[in-house]
C-alpha cells in the first residue's frame, strides 16, 4: 500500500458519529439529542471536538432522525462561526465503518484533493458527552509525536466485560482490537479497552475501509477492524491510555444519561466555584452548562439555573430559586422565586414566594412583596 502524506501538518478534520437510533434509551427523540445539563448530547461532543483548537472541518453522520438533530445544531450557540459544519446521512445503518466511510464522501480524495485534504481524521461517537477537549488534544500530540497511521484512545477499567479488548505487541504496538464477544480466555483478561475514538492518517484511510467487512454476527462494518488491516499492511498503529476512563463513559439508557447528568453537573458546579462563586449545597443545586454567574455570588440550596441565564456579581440566589433565560443585575437578592426570560435590575429585592411571566423586567433597586406575580 503507498504512503500517503496529505495536507497541512496541522489540519485535522473531525468525524462524529451520530446516527444511531438509541433503542434502548426508549424515546422518539434522537440518542444526540438527550439533553444533558441543559444541551444535546452532540453538542458536548462538538464543544470538546471544537475546543481543541485543533479541528478546521466538523463532519457529523446523522441517520435516525437525521432532519432533527440538522436543525437543532444549526438553531444552537455551541459551534464556533469559524469551524465548517458538514452533515452527511447513513441512509442504512450498516456499521461504524460504513457512517466512517459515508462520512469520507465529503473530505477530498487524499491522492487528488492535495493542500485541500485533511491530514488526520479524528473520529468522536456522539454519545462520550464528558470526553473534554483536553484529553483529545493530547491524542493529537501522541500521534503527531509517534507518527502512526492511526491512534487509538484506550482506557484501563477493573472489570472489561463488553469492551473491546486492545492487543499489542511486545514492543507496545496494537496489532487489532477484539470484541468481547470474540476474545479467547487470555484476551478477555486484558484490562485495556477500547474508547471507540481514534485518530486515523487520512492517506491510508479510504484503501482501509474498502478492506472491511460485513461477515460478523451484526452483518456490519465495524470500525475496530481498521486497526487489524492496518497492522497486517505493516502499518504502525498505537493506543494512548486515558487518565480518567470516566471522560470515556458512553450513554445507551436513560440510567447512564442520569449517571453522566450527575457528572456534568458536578463539573459544572466545580468550574463556578473555582470562579468564585459561593455554592452552599451542590448536591441539590441544578445549573446548566450554558448559564454564566459572577464571582461572590452565593447561591442557596435548591437553586435551578436554566437555559441562557446570566447572572451578575454578588447576587444572592435562593433558596428555592427557579430561572430559564433570565438575567440578574449586580447585587440582587431573589428568594423563592419562579421565573422565565425575565430580566431583574441589579439591586432589585424579590420574594419570598414570587412569580415572574415570561418577558418581565424588574427595575433596579425595586422591592418585590411576598406573594406578587408579576406580568
Known sequence: MTKVRVGPIDQITAVILAAGQGTRMRSERPKPLAMICGKPMLGHTL???????????????????????RREVHESDFIDPDIELV???????????????????????????????????????????????????RLIDAHREHKRAATILSMKVQDPTGYGRIVRKASGEVVEIVEDRDANPEQAKLDEVNTSIYLFEYGHLPAILRRLSPVNSQNEYYLTD?????????????????????????VNDKKQLSEVEEIMRKRNNDHLMFSGVTIVDPSSTYIDSSVVVGRDTTIWPGTILRGHCTIGSGVELGPRVTLLDCEVGDGARLREVVAEAARFGS????????VVRNGVKVEAGTVVAPFSTLE
Not at 103 to 114: F, Q
Not at 347 to 354: A, L
Open 87 to 137: 452533515f452527511v446521512e447513513q441512509k442504512e445503518l450498516r456499521g461504524t465503518g460504513d457512517a466512517l466511510g459515508v462520512a469520507l464522501t465529503k473530505l477530498p480524495d487524499p491522492l487528488t484533493g492535495g493542500v485541500d485534504a485533511p491530514r488526520d481524521i479524528l473520529v468522536v461517537p456522539s454519545d462520550v458527552p464528558l470526553v473534554t477537549s483536553a484529553t483529545l488534544g
Open 226 to 250: 481498521a486497526i487489524s488491516v492496518l497492522s497486517r499492511a505493516g502499518y504502525s498503529v498505537s493506543a494512548e491510555i486515558l487518565d480518567d476512563p470516566v471522560e470515556a463513559m458512553g
Open 347 to 354: 439591586n432589585c429585592d424579590v420574594g419570598p414566594y414570587v
Open 47 to 69: 464543544e470538546a471536538v471544537v475546543d481543541t483548537k485543533r479541528v478546521s472541518k466538523v463532519v457529523v453522520v446523522v441517520g435516525f432522525g437525521a432532519e432533527m438533530v
